[in-house]
């Protein structure tokens, strides 16, 4: 099975389990906790990649041009080193803090620092043993919230958990793969050069996951706590419109690093976003009973909120793929200042919309984001590629032949 048939597999296991696990976590939280756990998921998201200092955002770089096949050793040396230190310091702020969103947050630091740095690390030095792992993840994920939510009592503390050890899974998976502790002996030679390559990386990083969430951060201090819990399922529900366009940029980010032709990009480009138009479509028509019926009756005023946010949907298709060409090229200055610009319309958008329209202005405000950053990533790749606009929009059957052929490698 190739690279993209076995990443579509995965993200189908992916779609189902997390699909089953949102309405597990949906219907033993309730409303108003279900968009506490999403506040704190996503803010341990943002302060993750800010203490992973972007290393695994430099790793392909560092694959390509300077450390080769040793590079996998070198970085998680360093990120089971950061991994250990972030372990010890969450226990004290635990031990130390009485605020239950806190100490909820700070459950999920640890392992969603060392989750993400592999993650970007895998996708690169080995993509099927990636994909391996994220299957058992997923399935790990559906396994432990059945049975475990099945037996505690409603609190926001044991979904947090749950969700920490799941995220550990990939970590385990790779070392039994590598069949040795690959971090000794402990050596921090390349550790200076990799941290001066990956800051920016990392600014963007968190610039991209404030893009995402900045509107559920925002609704958590500016909306209602109905807003924030019926905004969380509908985004949640969303993110199932990327399974494809994240399928396919997962294997070119392994592919772009070992090639010199931005233009590889352009007909699995056009397949995620005909797919996605299709499944947005599909979910339009089905969201209302979906909601109702999966999540509750509770849950209803996610469907026009859903709504709205398929229309940004595209862009982030745009975004997400156009993306992997800058990064590899090492264009990351010009990827930081776009989702600053795109960041900031956010932030500044949001502050005037969430108080005078609630959740519903939050999600037109992503919008708009998604929109700004799909439109300069597209002319930039257009300039650098010599592609035409046109050709990044329209699918050919020439696309379609040349992504059957390549869905066979």
């Keep these: 099975m190739s690279d993209y048939s076995l990443n579509l597999v995965s993200k189908a296991v992916s779609l189902v389990s997390g699909f089953a696990v949102s309405i597990i976590v949906a219907r033993y939280l309730g409303v108003v906790l279900r968009g506490d756990y999403a506040y704190v998921t996503q803010v341990a998201g943002l302060v993750a990649i800010f203490l992973g200092f972007g290393l695994n955002y430099g790793f392909p770089y560092f694959f390509k041009h300077r450390l080769g096949k040793s590079t996998f050793e070198v970085f998680m040396r360093i990120f089971l080193i950061q991994f250990a230190a972030y372990v010890v310091l969450s226990f004290g702020v635990f031990a130390l803090v009485n ?3 806190v100490r909820a947050t700070v459950v999920l630091v640890a392992p969603a620092v060392l989750y993400q740095q592999l993650e970007g690390s895998m996708a690169v030095y080995n993509i099927r043993l990636k994909i391996w792992a994220n299957i058992g ?3 790990f994920r559906v396994v432990a919230f059945v049975g475990a939510l ?3 009592p409603r609190g926001l503390i044991w ?3 749950l969700t920490a050890l799941a995220w550990l899974v990939p970590f385990f998976v790779y070392l039994v793969a590598a069949r040795r502790m690959v971090f000794i002996p402990v050596n921090l030679v390349h550790a200076p050069a990799i941290f001066r390559y990956s800051w920016l990386p990392m600014l963007s990083a968190l610039l991209v996951v404030l893009n995402y969430n ?7 201090w500016l909306g209602t706590p109905d807003d924030l819990g019926h905004y969380a399922v509908a985004a949640g529900l969303i993110v199932y419109l990327w399974v494809i366009a994240d399928a396919i940029k997962e294997v070119l980010v392994s592919r772009v690093a070992r090639s010199s032709d931005p233009r590889l990009v352009v007909g699995p480009l056009k397949i995620a976003v005909a797919a996605t138009l299709v499944c947005a479509l599909f979910l339009a028509a ?7 019926l999966a999540f509750g009756p509770a849950y209803s005023p996610s469907y026009p909120l859903l709504l709205i946010l398929s229309l940004g949907a595209i862009g982030m298709i745009y975004f ?4 992997v060409v800058m990064l590899a090229d090492g264009r990351s200055r010009l990827y930081f200042v776009s989702l600053a610009a795109a ?3 956010n932030v500044v958008v949001n502050l005037f919309a969430i108080p005078r329209f609630g959740a519903a202005g939050a999600a037109w405000t992503t919008v708009l984001s998604y929109s700004v950053t799909a439109v300069v990533f597209s002319v930039h790749f257009c300039r650098i590629s010599g592609v035409r606009a046109r050709n990044l929009f329209v699918v050919r059957r020439a696309d379609l032949a040349q992504f059957r052929s390549r869905i066979g490698r």
């Design 159 to 161: 979904p947090v958990v």
């Design 150 to 152: 099945s037996l505690f």
């Design 320 to 323: 997400k793929i156009l993306g």
């Design 137 to 139: 993840m997923s399935i």
């Design 343 to 345: 960041v900031m319309i």
């Design 214 to 220: 900045v509107d559920t951060v925002l609704l958590k």
């Design 99 to 101: 605020s239950e969103l």
């Design 286 to 292: 089905v969201g209302r009973p979906l909601i109702s």
